[in-house]
């Protein structure tokens, strides 16, 4: 699979009919469809292991597990060379975001379910539209915002877990709100990368990010780590580790890369809203017991965000 993605990372050189562009197309929608499920699962897997292991030591080991991932790739699979970045300071403010992100999310999985918590995550594309106009002065086409509105609609019933008289009080949980910080942070990331770009690989941007989040890291996780006796972890928390650093890390940043070179990036960005359907499928799967049916209806909705975005033209 690397092997394919690998040669598919620059755009196709000889499309010439609709029926290969059909076909590019088609490989593409289906390239984010699995990340949008490895994606889910991540959440899955991280609201069991955060049981066992507190948010900042586990997101340290991973980041640190990811730097190995993220320097093999670049050298091995892209032919890049791992040198100090230009203007090194660009990443100390990325760590700090993505690290209070990655911070944030397990601890709220560690207090919520990974349902409510997939839900906070859909808000993250209406989130980057307002930082991408406050930081970038970008405008965001009414179709987009649309699908937004429509995604957010849905996120914010699922968030109040269908309960009317909770969303007319502003009910809404400890770690729904403490992930929701963190997604703040992630929608800043998104544009303030752009306007700091300097051009370097995506690869190598992934290998500095994942350095400057370990650091940032380390100091929380320090004193946890000092006192952790590895030996008697149960196997979902190195499963956990394992998929956080390969899967969400190296698969889904191949998977990404693939879909973004053929598809509009709001397109790209629309299938995060399948996140809390597959959550749900996962969550009932692994027998954490399904969503109710009110809730379910609600990441629906989400869902249609990913409809509405899909009938844009490209």
Known sequence: ??????????????????????????????????????????FSLG???????????LQFIRYVISILV????????????L???????????YGMLMGTYMLTMFLALEITSP??????????????????????????????????????SGAIWVIFRGDVQAILRFDVGRGELIYFVGVLCHAAYVPLLRKLDRREHPTVIGFWLSVAVSIYLLFPAAPQIAQTDFSAMPPIVWTALAYLSVVT???????????????????VLAYNYLTPSFIIILE????????????????LVTACGLIVTGLLPD
């Open 115 to 152: 349902v409510q918590t997939g839900a906070v995550f859909t808000l993250m594309p209406l989130a980057s539209a307002v930082f991408a106009f406050i930081i970038l002065r970008q405008h965001t086409r009414p179709g987009v915002f649309l699908s937004l509105l429509i995604a957010a």
């Open 1 to 42: 699979m690397d092997r394919t993605l690998k040669q598919d990372v620059q755009p196709p050189k000889s499309i010439h009919n609709t029926h290969a562009t059909g076909a590019v197309k088609l490989r593409a929608h289906l390239a984010m469809l699995s990340f949008s499920l490895l994606v889910a699962g991540s």
């Open 249 to 267: 890390t190296a698969i889904t940043f191949l998977l990404i890369q693939y879909g973004s070179m053929r598809l509009p990036a709001p397109k």
């Open 70 to 81: 993220m320097a093999a790739m670049a050298v091995f699979i892209f032919r890049q060379r």
């Open 284 to 299: 009932g799967l692994i027998g954490h017991g399904w969503a109710s049916p009110a809730v379910f209806a609600g990441a």
């Open 83 to 93: 040198t100090i970045p230009v203007q090194p300071w660009r990443f100390a403010i």
């Open 47 to 57: 609201g069991m292991a955060a049981q066992h292991m507190p948010a900042a030591e």
